[in-house]
């Protein structure tokens, strides 16, 4: 008999149709570790609810275009378990049993959480200047009528004490309580992801480095389990996801929210439209001007998808012999050859959506075996199996 392999567990929230980041980050790594794991991947709905909860028209499909490209991808059903997370009632059983194991201070320093509060009131921050900037310029203007060049002066000193009175009374209340921002679903949000992880007994988590401080959790779940009621949770161990990042078609970080994206299977007029509007050298106004590839998203295009050229094409960019459009039209001929296997087994998937859900219903029987194995153990040991 051969030696049992190690599980591992992964997962992405719902958010509808992935980018070529993703490609080459996660779902190229996934792809690897199912040949030498027991891999679960994990639709993970329920996690997606805690920031996304009043918008849910959407998640069925947003669901069916994540897992068209997890397949297209090469994620594949006979060597990996593919299931939604809302699916498998156990994880939420476990994430009861879980909550009693963790204290409300340790939830309180998740950097993540703390980043969420800090996004949050910097937006309320931000929102209240202008509204009081606003309200100062109506009530100088209603002192003074315009026009006079000396009264500018004066108006301009009003609205600054205007200005700063109002500051003054609204900055008590800047401070937004943790109690109005975050919902109790997302505080406890670590301890469903460690219930995730851990009712899989996985040894391994393929992560980012962002993400450590969560595994760090749920492996301090997984102890204080283990040490009060007995072993029954390995302690996973983080496989660090480490890939070059590919820049937005503006620069950025590639995301969604920035709408900067190239999709996996981006249909040929929409790629061509991204890429011929992308940013570019703001130095390089005409060709012969030398431009700055290391800053230039074309430029590393070029370093993923028309590799053996690179080389070339950086020094023709310095040395200002080489323009941008003809850059960008090169560049795009290789995405879109690129990008056809994964548009044709996307136009296949999307044909037939209920396919989709077939293979998570079959995903979903198999997660389902081996978390009731799971719970049955956990409730044993924890002497609540009456
Ligand atoms: S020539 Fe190419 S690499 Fe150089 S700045 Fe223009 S688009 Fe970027």
Aim: proline share 4%; with cysteine.
């Amino acid at each position: 008999m051969g030696k049992e392999r190690k599980v591992i567990l992964s997962g992405n929230r719902p958010t509808g149709r992935l980018h070529i980041g993703h490609l080459f980050g996660v779902l190229g790594n996934w792809a690897q570790l199912q040949s030498e794991y027991d891999t679960y991947f994990e639709v993970a709905d329920w996690h997606a609810l805690t920031t996304r909860y009043q918008d849910t028209a959407s998640m069925k499909k947003d669901i069916e275009d994540m897992v068209i490209d997890w397949l297209s991808a090469g994620i594949s059903p006979e060597k990996s378990v593919i299931f939604v997370q809302s699916h498998i009632k156990e994880h939420a059983e476990l994430h009861i049993l879980f909550s009693m194991l963790v204290s409300l201070s340790r939830l309180l320093r998740n950097p993540t959480l703390k980043e969420y509060v800090a996004e949050k009131q910097t937006l309320k921050l931000k929102t209240e200047k202008k509204t009081l900037n606003k309200i100062a310029e109506n009530i100088t203007q209603k002192v003074f009528s315009e026009g006079e060049k000396r009264e500018e002066v004066l108006k301009g000193k009003i609205k600054e004490h205007v200005l700063s009175e109002l500051q003054g009374i609204f900055s008590q209340d800047t401070e937004i309580p943790y109690g109005e921002i975050v919902n109790y679903g997302f505080l406890g949000y670590p301890v469903l992801q460690a219930a995730d992880i851990l009712i899989y007994r996985a040894h391994v988590v393929p992560i980012g480095k962002d993400q450590l401080p969560h595994l760090e959790l749920t492996r301090e779940i997984a102890r204080r389990f283990n040490f009060l009621y007995g072993e029954v949770f390995p302690i996973p161990e983080p496989v660090l996801n480490e890939f070059a990042k590919v820049p937005g078609t503006d620069g950025r970080k590639m995301s969604k929210s920035y709408n900067n994206t190239i999709l996996i299977g981006e249909d040929t007029k929409d790629l061509k439209k991204k890429i011929m509007s992308a940013y570019t050298d703001p130095k390089k106004i005409k060709k012969n001007d030398p431009g700055h590839p290391d800053t230039c998203p074309i430029f590393h295009y070029h370093m993923i998808f028309n590799k053996e050229n690179s080389d070339m094409i950086k020094e023709e960019c310095i040395k200002g012999i080489r323009g941008c459009v003809q850059c960008k039209k090169e560049v795009f001929e290789k995405i879109d050859a690129f990008m056809e296997p994964y548009r044709e087994k996307r136009y296949e998937l999307e044909e037939k959506r209920e396919l989709i859900w077939d293979i998570i219903k079959e995903g979903d029987k198999k997660a389902r075996e081996k978390t009731k194995e799971t719970m049955e153990l956990v409730r044993e040991k924890m002497k609540i199996d009456y």
